[in-house]
Nanobody, 121 residues
Framework: QVQVAESGGGLAQAGASLRLSCSAT????????IGWYHQAPGKQRELVAAILKSGTTNYVDSVKGRFTISGDSERNMVFHLQMDGLKPEDTGVYYC??????????????WGQGIQVTVSS
C-alpha cells in the first residue's frame, strides 16, 4: 500500500514564503509524477504545479514565478513546493497527488490528506 503525506503548511503573511513537502512511502517502483493541488474555500480543487519523472515542470499562470516544484522520483521520494511571494488568494488546502508505478507496471494515483495554508494580508 502506498501512502502520501504533506507537511509544512501553516500561517504566513502576504509576501512571505512557505515550503510544502510531500513524501510517498510504501511498495512501488517509482513516482511517475507529482501534482500539487489547491482548494480555496468554497471552490474546486485546482492543479497548480506538477513535476514529471523527467524533471519537466508545469505551473498554472497564477503561481508562475512564485512557486517552484521540485523533487526526486528515483531516490528519496520527497517532493517540495516552494511558495514565495504568497498572496491572500493562495489560502486554502493544498493536496499532493502522486502517480505511482507498481512492480506490475500499473500506474495509479494516491492522494495525501491535504494541508492548510493561510495567508494574511
Amino acid at each position: 500500500q502506498v501512502q502520501v503525506a504533506e507537511s509544512g503548511g501553516g500561517l504566513a503573511q502576504a509576501g512571505a514564503s512557505l515550503r510544502l513537502s510531500c513524501s510517498a512511502t510504501g511498495s512501488f517502483l517509482r513516482v511517475n509524477s507529482i501534482g500539487w493541488y489547491h482548494q480555496a474555500p468554497g471552490k474546486q480543487r485546482e492543479l497548480v504545479a506538477a513535476i514529471l519523472k523527467s524533471g519537466t515542470t508545469n505551473y498554472v499562470d497564477s503561481v508562475k514565478g512564485r512557486f517552484t516544484i521540485s523533487g526526486d522520483s528515483e531516490r528519496n521520494m520527497v517532493f517540495h513546493l516552494q511558495m514565495d511571494g504568497l498572496k491572500p488568494e493562495d489560502t486554502g488546502v493544498y493536496y499532493c497527488k502522486a502517480a505511482v508505478l507498481t512492480a506490475f507496471q500499473f500506474e495509479y494515483d494516491v492522494w495525501g490528506q491535504g494541508i492548510q495554508v493561510t495567508v494574511s494580508s
